[in-house]
């Protein structure tokens, strides 16, 4: 998990506005066109966990958030005419989905625009000082581990998942938000930045500051261990 990686095809395809690949989510939209309710079963088995997980970050209960995944969905057969791909389908249903997160998280009075976790604590560092030698060049004092070492399967251990669930529950919303995305729906920064309303720099900070966390809950488990 690296930020500065290279993007992949389908985001560079996405920033030159160039037209996207035929895809398994252009079969999907096809078929809805055409009111193929296998289609519209398949696409919602795909995206619904995922999207109820996402309301969450915006809502306070799990009854909330689950209305808003049935409203999001009323809003894609209704507004299914009116998309014209300039995003992925995904994209467009995550869109709809955060806005009515938002509202309905501004009627029960907990919404905080994401951005505002990228830019306030601009300044903090997201590894304790204390890790590092200096002046003047700051090498580390207490190198992290290397995980490419471990065997996968203490890696994904129960314990090892159970760990990083905590961790990612104890971030602020927005670092959920683009954690979520970015590393366990795999899309690309453009995706999520189109989604979450988010700058691209303000993606990377959270990004980055989401994963640091949840690494060193890891790193904190095994130094335990």
Known sequence: MVDDMPMADDEAIESQ???RPASLEDALLDGLRRGDEVAFESLIDRHTPAM??????YV???A???????????????GLG???????LRTWIFRILINKAKASGVAERRTLPLAAEGDGDAEAPSVDPSRFRGPPRGYWSS???????LPEDRLLAGETLA????????????QQAVFELRDLQQWT?????KALGLSEGNQRVLLHRARTRVRSAIEEYFDAR
Not at 143 to 149: A, G, I, L, S
């Open 189 to 193: 920064s453009a995706e999520v930045c």
């Open 163 to 174: 760990v990083i669930q905590r961790a990612m529950e104890s971030l602020p919303a927005g």
């Open 52 to 57: 109820l997980r996402l309301a969450l970050f």
């Open 60 to 62: 306070p209960s799990l």
């Open 143 to 149: 190198p992290p581990n290397y995980w490419d070492e």
């Open 82 to 88: 009116s998309f014209e791909g300039r995003s992925s």
């Open 64 to 78: 909330i958030a689950e209305e808003v995944v049935q409203e999001t969905w009323l809003g894609v057969v209704r």
């Open 17 to 19: 506005g160039q037209p």
